[in-house]
């Protein structure tokens, strides 16, 4: 099988070649008589391989294309879609988004964002790191980083299988302001999942890395050697004793903290009113020292980009100052619902990182003395609407400031307005897997629910 990329890298003719296709599609739509239109193409291609226990399992080889467009006749609003960049089916998808339009009703808060917020400044954040991986060099890295994790120790049983994935992407967004933004990325990872000990005593956990480019892979070796370490931390779990407790959550566990905030001050959710943090712009909402801010432009960055997807232009800026949610998370639409302005946010927000009080988790749980060290969460128990959080969990007991056993079947359960503000540190131990960038996160006082 041929390489993921090539040796001559023609990302760039893509790009050009989908900017022209847009731009006759936009063309379309305005003589179909749409007053404005907007469009995004994409080309995809990705290797996946999965091996179990010394044997290849899947080798997938993916390519993708697809056009997202919309038409608006005043407020009145078309889409529709497809995967086909030839000529007629861009053609009839112009006509079934303009027909649509006619009959839909008007939407005072329709249209394309403001074009005085148009990106200017199309710079690319360095996301472009094509790996010539084919299928063999792929297994081979899946088959080491397995090898490696089961000969770790004995008491490793079995194997769940280990992947290597690598993909790349080059995309477009253009609309009738006259706006146009051509992006291309990469992706890359290797994970395993072990299983050790035996018969109901059995655990299992996993490992993985991930990059925008291979040379910053953690090594297949490593890879497989942290996978065994979890998973044998994890055997013989002892139960502890329903009580309210500090909960100190590990880097990949606190991520889920900060994405049941972004959940909360997300557009879509404030206009709906199914937020508890509506009308809370302004206000305190997590400890006076706490800070949040969006970082767009960051090199290399999981989610770093010049424009947002209606083409609105990011900027570094400040979610949370001092504990005080600064700003929501907006695009035009849920912006025009509120009576606001957009934040550049259509799609997402870009590389958000939380700044830090503490050391890391060692030192964290060392000053919690006593209590719960999450590292696995379990369910959707996270109601933004009300607040309410309930979930499973598993991870490990914290006695005199050491983890002296781990502990599984938990549940753990508070109200997201007050843990946010029972917040006592936030680690500098970053997992930068994600474009949420944040440490351990210890959470003053949580209801644990094990044996009565």
Known sequence: MQ???????????????????????LDQCARLGASQAEVTMNEDAGLSV????????TVERTRDRGVGLTVYFGQRKG???????????????????????????????????????????????????????????????????????????????????????????????????????????????????????????????????????PDDLEAPVQVGRRAAERTLRRLDPRPIRTGEYPVLFAPEMARS?????????????LYRRASFLLDHAGKQILPPWFAISERPHKPRGIRSSAFDAEGVATVDSDLVRDGIL??????????????????????????????????????????MGRGLL???LMGQGANTVTGDYSRGAAGFWVEGGELVHPVDELTIAGRLPEMFLAIEAVGADVDRRSHVSVGSILVGRMMVAGEA
């Open 79 to 213: 889409s529709a879609s497809t995967a086909d960049l030839q000529p007629d089916s861009l053609r009839a998808s112009v006509e079934q988004a303009c027909a649509i339009a006619r009959h839909t009703e008007a939407d005072p808060a329709a249209g394309l964002a403001d074009a005085d917020r148009m990106a200017t400044d199309l710079r690319e954040f360095d996301g472009w790191h094509p790996w010539p991986l084919d299928a063999d060099r792929a297994i081979a890295l899946a088959l080491e980083a397995e090898a490696a994790g089961r000969a770790a120790d004995a008491r490793i049983s079995n194997s769940d299988g280990a992947g290597a994935y690598s993909s790349e992407s080059v995309s477009v967004y253009a609309n009738s302001h006259g706006f146009l933004g051509a992006e291309r990325g990469t992706s890359h990872s290797l994970s395993v999942s072990l299983i050790a000990g035996s018969g109901d005593r059995m655990q299992r956990d996993y490992w993985y890395t991930s990059a925008l480019s």
């Open 257 to 269: 903290l900060i994405g049941h905030l972004l959940g909360a001050v997300s557009g879509g959710a």
């Open 3 to 25: 390489p993921l990329t090539a040796a001559s890298d023609d990302s760039l003719a893509r790009m050009d070649r989908l900017s022209g296709l847009a731009r006759e599609v």
């Open 374 to 376: 999450v590292t696995e």
């Open 326 to 367: 600064q700003r929501y998370v907006l695009g035009s639409y849920s912006a025009r619902k509120l009576g606001l302005k957009s934040t550049g946010n259509a799609g997402g927000v870009n590389n958000l990182e939380v700044a830090a009080n503490a050391s890391g988790l060692e030192d964290m749980a060392r000053a």
């Open 50 to 57: 999965n091996v179990r226990m010394g044997e290849v399992e």
